[in-house]
């Protein structure tokens, strides 16, 4: 990703290579992986790996988003624009960019402490308040026209559905966006959107007869229902389970609130999605049955590695120290393309890797920050449980 990532011509990032690592030529510049990928440069910048190139590569991502992707006339970041980013190719506002465009910028003021990068961040949270918080039902709308109007009932978003729907995924990375923000600014209004969307990820969306979530859901929270069954998407439950106990971290909750949702969801996945076999994670399956979309995806084993090593962190409970290793065997020796670098995007049941490295929604930052926690997290936890575990696993 350094310095190969890096548009040099254009500014922001280049994201458009091949499953052999190959640059492929320009192409469209996408919100959420220009930000994606401004927030792992943040990240990497502040850890012990990081240093000066990483936080001018943060900066180079940074005034591509302010000055290329953000919308002169209306506010809020652009959905894409073209490669040079002079013109805007998806101009509406959707929700699911621009919290990726709160969570980069916050990162990214956090490692330079450009005060600048602080202000622009809190003029969008203003936005998203003013325009796109739904105060009937909560949470907020999931996309708005260029100007900030509501969508006409018949227009479908770039995420495939209409302005009445609220996805589960937009407000799991609205909740990861508002912890980060109100981490660093304290918002107190934002504290109590965060507590919200905190409720709306613990409650709303779970279907708890069975202990997973389900991705649509109408403007008042129901549950869109029918022929055929819900679709579990494995690697957003498994986020979940260590993003939830931050973000009450963050609003100054206890995180044992939560614990047993969060073994709720990490043992359905389990039950339903986990390999035994390849020892991974599968992609997704019906509500309540096995999964039926059997690809080993990239980000679902970088999130289910960092939410069994969370798990461990919390309980000690050797189990799941146990699926991190397993996780992480399969990451070694499937995922990871020693080769070429990077981790293949998918492995399919016979083991034959597809899919590119780097594209409108591949980048470095489900494995990119799955490598930088878990390395925090494991000397942290060896030094709160000793050399080894209360159940004798080791964590050094």
Request: hydrophobic share 40%.
């Amino acid at each position: 990703w350094y310095p190969g990532a890096i548009d040099r011509a254009h500014g922001g990032y280049r994201l458009n290579h091949d499953g052999q690592s190959a640059w492929r030529g320009d192409a469209d510049k996408f919100l959420v992986t220009q930000a994606r990928t401004l927030w792992f440069f943040s990240r990497l910048a502040t850890t012990e790996y990081g240093g000066g190139r990483y936080l001018e590569a943060a900066r180079h991502g940074y005034e591509f988003l302010r000055d290329r992707m953000w919308d002169p006339l209306y506010g809020g970041f652009y959905w894409a624009t073209d490669p040079s980013g002079r013109h805007a190719t998806k101009p509406d506002k959707h929700l699911y960019g621009q919290a990726f465009g709160i969570y980069a910028l916050t990162e990214y003021a956090r490692a330079s402490h450009d005060a600048e990068a602080l202000s622009l961040t809190a003029h969008l949270v203003g936005l998203l308040e003013a325009h796109a918080y739904d105060r009937q039902f909560g949470g907020y709308r999931e996309f708005l026209l260029r100007d900030w109007r509501p969508a006409p009932a018949t227009l479908c978003g770039y995420l495939g559905v209409g302005p009445g729907l609220k996805l589960a995924n937009t407000h799991l990375h609205l909740m990861e966006a508002m912890t980060s923000y109100h981490r660093l600014a304290g918002d107190g209004t934002m504290r109590d959107r965060l507590v919200e969307l905190i409720l709306i990820n613990a409650s709303a969306v779970v279907r708890k007869e069975v202990g997973a979530c389900t991705q649509y859901h109408r403007r008042d929270w129901a549950p869109v229902s029918g022929r055929p069954a819900p679709l579990v998407s494995y690697g957003h439950d498994l986020k979940s389970v260590w993003l939830l106990a931050e973000a009450a971290s963050a609003a100054g909750l206890s995180g044992g609130l939560l614990l047993d949702l969060a073994r709720a969801l990490f043992a359905y996945a389990l039950r339903y999605g986990f390999d035994a076999q390849r020892g991974a994670f599968c992609e997704a399956g019906p509500l309540g049955a096995p999964a039926d979309r059997r690809d080993k995806v990239w980000w679902v084993q970088a999130e289910a590695l960092l939410s069994a090593l969370s798990l461990y962190g919390v309980t000690f409970e050797a189990e799941y120290f146990t699926w991190f290793s397993r996780i992480l065997a399969w990451i070694v020796n499937s995922q990871v393309d020693w080769k070429h670098g990077e981790w293949h995007a998918r492995v399919g049941e016979s083991g034959t890797p597809s899919g590119d490295k780097a594209d409108a929604w591949k980048c470095p930052y489900h494995n990119g920050r799955a490598m930088i926690q878990c390395l925090e997290l494991l000397p942290a936890i060896a030094g709160r449980s000793g050399a080894s575990g209360p159940r004798g696993v080791r964590t050094g």
